[in-house]
């Protein structure tokens, strides 16, 4: 069962038809979903881009990595995932050949089905380290919506981000960027937390955030030794930027994770 976020957006658009065609979601949005699939880029074939994973006009605070996990739409062997098991929407499951094509409802139940991500199959062991994390600095939560995840690109791609080639990377931010820029500045988050030193880079090449200010904090790792890890924040027209080096999901001595927790608290 979808979350109220989907039934707003899917009621909107019958509204919208029956009051003339009204369009029920923004043009930027609309636009984002019905563009094509870039060629030579890797992307998964018919799928749509994932615009929000959690509805970004509610939600306070959002975490960021660089672009989705196929695994969002398929199974790790390649399965479409589909009935109940389906996260979000594609090509496939609307049955239609080019997005370009997709109808105003469409395209509503498309952002409806990305906006209530946690509340129908969400991939859990994806945002297991991430939720927790969340709810350590008392930032939100994604389950009641007041957390939400973006992305710099909104394309699944295979390979993986790091397994594509350099000029590719820059196609597809290149792109997608200016998407990313006009969420936030359309919707209700203000702070930021950007899960891994991969996706800063990626931010400051994009141009959405000029600098890091960075900080060293002190932690001790699994055997006891002293290292340090580098922390970056930024302010940018509004909102609050903040990151580490090391993904949440990746390991971190207990220490290291209390000592991230707690520079994100202050």
Same mark, same amino acid.
């Given at each position: 069962?979808?979350?109220?976020?989907?039934?707003?957006?899917?009621?909107?658009?019958?509204?919208?038809?029956?009051?003339?065609?009204?369009?029920?979601?923004?043009?930027?949005?609309?636009?984002?979903?019905?563009?094509?699939?870039?060629?030579?880029?890797?992307?998964?074939?018919?799928?749509?881009?994932?615009?929000?994973?959690?509805?970004p006009s509610v939600a306070a605070v959002a975490t960021l990595t660089v672009n989705?996990?196929? =695994? +969002?739409?398929?199974?790790?062997? *390649?399965?479409?995932? /589909?009935? @109940?098991?389906?996260? $979000? %929407?594609?090509?496939?499951?609307?049955?239609?050949?080019?997005?370009?094509?997709?109808?105003?409802?469409?395209?509503?139940?498309?952002?409806?089905?990305?906006?209530?991500?946690?509340?129908?199959?969400?991939?859990?062991?994806?945002?297991?380290?991430?939720?927790?994390?969340?709810?350590?600095?008392?930032?939100?939560?994604?389950?009641?919506?007041?957390?939400?995840?973006?992305?710099?690109?909104?394309?699944?791609?295979?390979?993986?981000?790091?397994?594509?080639?350099?000029?590719?990377?820059?196609?597809?931010?290149?792109?997608?960027?200016?998407?990313?820029r006009w969420q936030l500045r359309s919707s209700g988050v203000r702070r930021v937390?950007?899960?891994?030193?991969?996706? =800063? +880079?990626?931010?400051?090449?994009? *141009?959405?955030?000029? /600098?890091? @200010?960075?900080?060293? $904090? %002190?932690?001790?790792?699994?055997?006891?030794?002293?290292?340090?890890?580098?922390?970056?924040?930024?302010?940018?027209?509004?909102?609050?930027?903040?990151?580490?080096?090391?993904?949440?999901?990746?390991?971190?001595?207990?220490?290291?994770?209390?000592?991230?927790?707690?520079?994100?608290?202050?």
């Amino acid at each position: 069962m979808l979350s109220r976020a989907h039934d707003a957006v899917v009621n909107e658009a019958s509204s919208g038809r029956e009051n003339g065609g009204v369009h029920p979601v923004p043009q930027e949005l609309a636009d984002r979903v019905r563009r094509p699939i870039p060629e030579g880029c890797s992307v998964i074939p018919r799928s749509l881009p994932i615009v929000a994973q959690g509805d970004p006009s509610v939600a306070a605070v959002a975490t960021l990595t660089v672009n989705p996990s196929k =695994l +969002e739409l398929t199974t790790p062997t *390649g399965t479409w995932l /589909a009935g @109940e098991y389906r996260r $979000v %929407e594609s090509l496939r499951s609307l049955d239609v050949t080019d997005a370009a094509t997709l109808t105003d409802e469409q395209v509503a139940a498309v952002v409806a089905r990305c906006y209530g991500y946690f509340q129908a199959n969400p991939h859990r062991p994806a945002f297991a380290a991430l939720e927790e994390l969340l709810g350590a600095v008392g930032a939100g939560s994604y389950y009641d919506g007041t957390a939400c995840h973006l992305h710099l690109v909104q394309w699944a791609t295979n390979p993986v981000w790091h397994g594509l080639p350099p000029a590719v990377r820059e196609q597809l931010v290149a792109a997608d960027a200016d998407f990313l820029r006009w969420q936030l500045r359309s919707s209700g988050v203000r702070r930021v937390l950007v899960n891994g030193g991969n996706a =800063l +880079e990626w931010l400051v090449r994009a *141009g959405l955030v000029a /600098a890091f @200010e960075t900080e060293e $904090v %002190e932690y001790r790792n699994a055997k006891g030794n002293l290292r340090t890890m580098t922390l970056s924040s930024a302010e940018v027209d509004g909102v609050r930027w903040q990151g580490w080096p090391t993904p949440v999901e990746d390991t971190l001595s207990p220490d290291g994770q209390a000592a991230r927790s707690e520079w994100l608290r202050a």
